[in-house]
């Protein structure tokens, strides 16, 4: 018989958002009647049609696909020139931010990407994250053998726990210890926080000063209210020889279903081999693009290029300015009924403590079953996350105003 990869076996329960729907599904199984009140503030998915641009984009796209004169087979599997040319200059040069063209690959979404990334990493390095954490990053190290098991907290031994706690506002300082690798992820799924310029100066110190590498989960810059806190870890002096960037169309031009996001690989990025040679990780990532994949459809790349005209840039505003009303709508709804609250300002999440003495789950339950909303248990996403809970600004403005009103009921 085949052997099965048993590091698997070491993740507790199931992902967490499946694990949410599946709590939900067996709640509108016992309570028909309530499913339809049911209004869903758990999983940070986009409600909002794509804007107008990408649609009529991907559309001109499908045209071309069905005419032998425009037809297209496999595209560059590291994505067409059109999409990362269009990328680099506006999302990066136009901001004076060196990254050329072939710095950036293209994917499905940076969820996949911040799993793929291991494949070019070693297994000896020692990772870093912070806790609570976005739950991808822990669990694709477990699932490649980067752990030992899950403690009795749900943490894994072997990662080093960075802290992010209401005393340092949610922005872990370097560890005193040596790590190769650190995932940060700013603006911050869950909490909402955003880091700022002096404090990503000092994450590009230390990585650079350790030679580590900083995995920079950018996937919510688009948020970013405050001027000067930082859209890219580019933005930092010497982040190009110690970063890797993951972005995402998800939530910036409402791609969660469409898929596409992209990596930001710099060339001048460097790893060492065991026997202490220093090489660049560009080739490898271009590699491992070449070989397990084709790239992303050609229709979705033209509705991402879509995005960044002046008529998608526009609408993506709008859909951006959108999600934040209803982040502040939240955020003032359970402000109002005493609750602290947290995050909101540069990310459509909320981060909100529980009453005392409420474990996360128990207020996801309460919120469930007195409330009929559905929000995301702080401990899901770490340790740390215990005696949170997360609400997601993603929803229609009908449904955020009443989940605010219903907020006004938790006694
Ligand atoms: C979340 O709710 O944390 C995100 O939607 C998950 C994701 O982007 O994969």
Redesign the pocket.
């Known amino acids: 018989m085949a052997y099965l990869n048993e590091n698997y076996l070491k993740l507790q329960a199931g992902y967490l958002?499946p694990e949410i729907a599946r709590r939900v599904k067996e709640f509108c199984e016992t309570n028909p009647d309530t499913a339809q009140r049911l209004i869903r503030c758990?999983?940070?998915?986009v409600t909002e049609p794509l804007p107008h641009a990408v649609v009529e984009a991907m559309k001109r796209a499908v045209d071309e696909l069905g005419d032998r004169e425009t037809f297209r087979g496999y595209g560059p599997e590291q994505g067409y020139e059109f999409l990362r040319s269009t990328i680099a200059q506006h999302d990066y040069r136009d901001r004076k931010i060196d990254v050329a063209d072939d710095e950036i690959f293209l994917s499905d979404?940076?969820?996949p990407d911040c799993g793929h990334i291991l494949d070019i990493l070693g297994d000896q390095n020692k990772v870093a994250i912070t806790d609570p954490v976005?739950p991808?990053y822990v669990d694709t190290n477990v699932m490649t053998g980067h752990t030992g098991p899950a403690k009795a907290d749900g943490s894994f031994q072997g990662l080093v726990y960075l802290p992010c706690t209401a005393e340092n506002n949610f922005v872990p300082q370097p560890p005193k210890e040596h790590v190769d690798l650190v995932y940060l992820c700013f603006p911050n799924?869950?909490t909402g926080a955003v880091a700022r310029r002096e404090q990503l100066a000092r994450w590009v110190e230390y990585a650079r000063e350790h030679e580590a590498i900083l995995l920079f989960d950018a996937?919510y810059e688009a948020y970013i209210s405050e001027p000067d806190i930082p859209h890219s870890i580019f933005e930092i002096p010497g982040a190009r020889e110690c970063a890797i960037e993951f972005r995402?169309f998800?939530?910036t031009g409402g791609f969660?279903g469409v898929r596409c996001g992209f990596t930001v690989v710099p060339k001048t990025l460097l790893a060492r081999t065991e026997n202490g040679r220093k090489l660049p990780l560009h080739p490898l990532w271009h590699r491992r693009w070449s070989t397990k994949a084709n790239g992303v459809s050609y229709p979705v790349q033209r509705g991402a290029e879509a995005v960044y005209s002046t008529e998608g840039r526009e609408q993506v505003r709008a859909l951006v300015n959108h999600y934040m009303g209803n982040a502040k709508i939240l955020r003032e709804g359970a402000t109002n009924v005493g609750l602290r609250v947290y995050g909101g300002t540069n990310a459509p999440?909320i981060w909100v403590k529980t009453p005392a003495g409420t474990t996360s789950w128990e207020m996801f339950d309460r919120m469930l079953n007195e409330l009929n909303v559905v929000v995301?248990p702080g401990s899901g996403f770490g340790a740390q996350g215990e005696g949170y809970f997360r609400i997601?600004a993603f929803n229609s403005r009908v449904n955020a105003e009443e989940v605010a009103r219903r907020l006004g009921k938790l006694s």
């Open positions: 958002f758990g999983i940070g998915d979404g940076s969820k976005y991808v799924n869950p996937a995402s998800s939530k969660t999440y995301t997601s």
